[in-house]
């Protein structure tokens, strides 16, 4: 169960971990040396890995949620402070791993402990050791699937993306977390599709092989660049408890400050081969302005009519009541020639304004509102791929050109309706990525999601979303 207000303010008010790195202490603080974070299969076979399974079971049967000796202490950090689809995210984590890191250390007694990874590109299958339902075996947790070569995409390594931060063009951060870290997530599936996913072991081998794949983007080069370690971008501090903190600059790389590296730094080159049936498998790898191979089926849906929906947003085009099961489906959305203007607009670099509105917008959001989770659907095992379509100006039987706007499943919608108030909202940039749109048929876009099966899936009602829309947006965010 998750805490609760008055639980939480405990866990702030008596945290007995409290430690912030100031900017001026970091390189006062650092490790003579490099402390090397393996890949498991190289893990399971040191010395630390007793130490490892003996840090876990102390920390579950220690039952105080406020004692950083507990698991159930760095679950609650992730509850409270842990920032999803939004910037930070990733330094966010690199941060929580460094001090969930060390407290294992701490746990165990054996200072030579450093957190393994779990590189599901080269071994898609959930390690033997997580799988083993033995009850003395503090690895294991019920799961919906253990293998997550559904989740896998190489887009976040495409040479385009040469920036890093979200809102950006071409940024790695949103990129990287759409898909994989997300879909992982989504198809592994019950505890690791909510806000609680910390306490499945795997989290932590997860998130420390998406820290790794960030030290293998900056190391691959060709353009890719993060922001200045002296630029306000990394000013401030991240945050976990009422008394634990960071700056921000520590989490810059790795080993200035943190002093840890990775046992390979590499970026992935090629997808594992598949071993499940096509049946199961539904990766689609479509990038902007190539056409999905099978458009889905076009759903019978009402449409909205273009209004304002705040203060900065202007909905030039909707369709509500959508329900998504075990199908693919395809929702319309009629866009006038006005709006459609302003939209190419936007597209070109430039400020619009719509009839009716004395706003100044500058980007382009799909925006999923009032989105629900059926009971089956809270269990994860699947997830959706979320693509606007567009039809060439060739009539309308021509094939429409596909953008992937990003994933959708039972992590992300766990996400936003934690953090979130009200009805659950998720909002999807999409950039320039219709920077071509002059060519492209108007009044005919559609939102399309591509159901992704792992090999066990809920049938049936799996998320219901009370209407999907076009945005325009006032704020410039291009990511």
Known sequence: MMLQSNNRRKFLRSSALG??????????????NLQRRLDWEAFKVTTQYDSLLNAIRRMKANTNPADPNSWEYWTAVHINYCPHNVPYFYAWHRGYL??????????????????????????PALPAEFTNASTTNPLYVERVNTDVRQALTLAPFSPTLTNFPRGMVNAFEPSLESAPHNPVHDIIGNTMATMRSPVDPIFWLHHANVDRLWVAWVAAGGGRTM?????????????????????????YDTRSVLQYSYQNESLPTRLPL????????HRVQAEPGQRLATLPPLGTFPVTAARATSETRFSIG???RIGLD?????????????????????????????????????????????????????????????????PADGGPSSTPISVLIGTLGAFQVSGASH??????????????????ASSLQVGLASVSFVRVNGSKAPRGPAIGIGEVRIELATEDSQS
């Not at 912030?20 to 970091?26: H, L, R």
């Not at 060390?102 to 054996?110: A, E, H, M, N, W």
């Open 274 to 281: 598949a071993q499940l049936s096509p049946a199961k498998i």
């Open 419 to 436: 953090h979130g108030h009200g009805s659950v909202q998720l909002a999807y940039p999409i950039g320039r990525k219709l920077a071509g």
């Open 326 to 390: 075990e199908r693919s489906i395809s929702a319309q959305l009629p866009v006038s020639s006005s709006h459609w203007k302003a939209l190419q607009e936007i597209m070109r670099g430039n400020a619009a304004s719509v009839p009716g509105s004395s706003k100044q917008y500058r980007s382009v959001v799909l925006v999923l509102d009032e989105v629900e989770l059926s009971e089956g659907g809270r269990k994860g095992g699947f997830y959706y791929q979320v693509y606007l379509n567009i």
């Open 227 to 251: 922001p200045s370690k002296k630029s306000a971008y990394w000013s401030g501090n991240h945050v976990y408890a009422s008394t634990l903190s960071m700056a921000r600059s520590a989490t």
């Open 318 to 320: 909707g369709a509500r």
């Open 19 to 32: 430690l912030t790195i100031p900017a001026f202490m970091q390189d006062a603080l650092a490790q003579k």
């Open 98 to 123: 460094y001090y969930f890191e060390r407290q294992l250390k701490t746990v165990s007694g054996d200072s030579r402990l450093a957190l393994p990874y779990w590189d599901y590109y080269a071994s």
